[in-house]
């Protein structure tokens, strides 16, 4: 056993709020009462936010637009290149075969126009209200998905959500602690394993192993929850390519699999920031994006899961509508997608109206926080009031 204890920590991280797994050295608090498992009327909402600011435009494309043209001369997306949607005069980047391939299933809504009143251009602003769902001139210190956490949790559940990343995500941030923060969750796995091929060796022949032991049992509650999810799911392993996201979505898959009682996963990748060189690096995060998805999807499909998961992708705004010569700076409204079963399939939206510009950017069209209350309500059982949220529902996202 070589894991050390700073190595511990640094894989399992932090539960949302910052406070440590440290080891209590305690009697261990019982955990099976808080392991509820799964069951077919629960629903999972995934929640991955594309850092940086995508470049809508170049994602879901009006290639039958002249003025898309006109606008990107250096980077628009040949019309012959673009992935053909259902109708309307959009499609897909041609990296974006995958969610081409999902839509077509009637398994995705797009919306376009998603943003909100007097957007703010900064990466950290604009991030923070969408995480927690403030106005622009409100400054909040919970998450709208942590407030949501704290309105159904119970006060002892530490895995009401997972945020697979190397830092704690604002969205997730409550009242209370039900969000843990896995910063490497495939080591974390290992580990397990390791433990578990362990069993017989006596604690003080290895300090290491005790101290591990004892901080999974008596600190880390969820632990043995995630054991029993990951045994679980053993025998159902397909294969993800070999991405960063793809991984955290496949480790997300097996903690569905498995009956982990846990209602929000959150990952991210990026960056999506785009100033210069556009062309090849959207190409690359799309196509990582792309497969990881379809991948993630088509795991759910196979396990009968997808009509119990929401898998919703968003940026904090999209790119201006000109671009710069090589690639494009900050803008404002751009397409959210929601993926999952009961899913309308439906675009939702006008497209791109290039003739209505406010500084050069796109106008929204929908708020980003009725999407926010439409799966809050219709896929997670729960007013969206009690997560903060007072816009009206936006209708058409689920059939």
């Not at 050295?25 to 498992?37: D, E, I, K, N, V």
């Not at 901080?215 to 390519?241: H, N, V």
């Not at 498995?258 to 090849?280: A, E, I, K, R």
């Not at 671009?323 to 397409?335: E, I, K, L, Y």
């Amino acid at each position: 056993m070589t894991t050390s204890r700073r190595d511990f920590l640094k894989i399992v991280g932090t539960t949302t709020g910052g406070m440590l797994m440290v080891p209590k050295f305690l009697p261990a608090m019982p955990t099976s009462g808080l392991y509820r498992g799964y069951t077919t009327d629960r629903n999972v909402l995934v929640v991955i936010q594309l850092n940086g600011g995508n470049d809508g435009l170049n994602t879901f494309i009006p290639y039958e637009s002249p003025q898309y043209y006109d606008f990107r001369k250096t980077i628009a997306i040949p019309k012959e290149q673009v992935l053909k949607a259902a109708a309307g005069g959009m499609g897909w980047h041609p990296a974006l075969s995958g969610f081409a391939e999902i839509q077509q299933a009637g398994h995705m809504a797009v919306i376009q126009n998603v943003g909100y009143p007097n957007p703010n251009r900064s990466h950290f602003r604009s991030i923070e209200i969408w995480q927690t769902a403030s106005s622009e001139s409100e400054y909040l210190r919970t998450g709208w998905l942590g407030r949501y956490l704290d309105a159904t949790c119970k006060p002892e559940e530490s895995l009401g959500a997972l945020n697979l990343d190397t830092i704690d995500n604002p969205s997730l941030i409550g009242e209370g602690s039900h969000a843990l923060t896995m910063q490497d969750p495939q080591r974390f796995e290992r580990l397990l394993k390791g433990l578990n091929g362990q069993k017989d060796v006596p604690f003080d022949e290895n300090p290491n192993l005790d101290f591990v032991r004892k901080l999974m049992i008596g600190s880390f509650e969820g632990s043995d929850q995630i054991a029993q999810a990951l045994e679980k799911s053993a025998a159902s392993a397909p294969t993800y390519p070999r991405y960063k996201l793809a991984q955290n979505l496949s480790w997300m898959a097996k903690m569905i699999k498995g009956g982990l009682p846990t209602l929000v996963y959150y990952t991210g990748m990026g960056s999506f920031d785009t100033h210069s060189n556009q062309p090849g690096k959207h190409k690359a995060l799309l196509t990582e994006l792309s497969a990881s998805v379809k991948a993630f999807y088509d795991d759910l499909v196979a396990s009968n899961l997808l009509d119990q998961v929401t898998i919703m992708i968003f940026s904090e705004f999209g790119r201006r509508v000109k671009d710069n010569g090589s690639g494009t700076d900050h803008g404002a409204a751009a397409p959210l997608f929601v993926i999952g079963g009961k899913n309308s399939g439906k675009i939702l939206g006008t497209n791109p109206d290039f003739d209505s510009l406010v500084q050069g950017d796109l106008k929204h069209q929908y708020d980003f926080r009725s999407v926010y209350a439409s799966i809050l309500q219709q896929k997670l059982g729960v007013d969206p009031v009690k997560a903060g949220i007072r816009q009206a529902m936006l209708s058409g996202i689920f059939s």
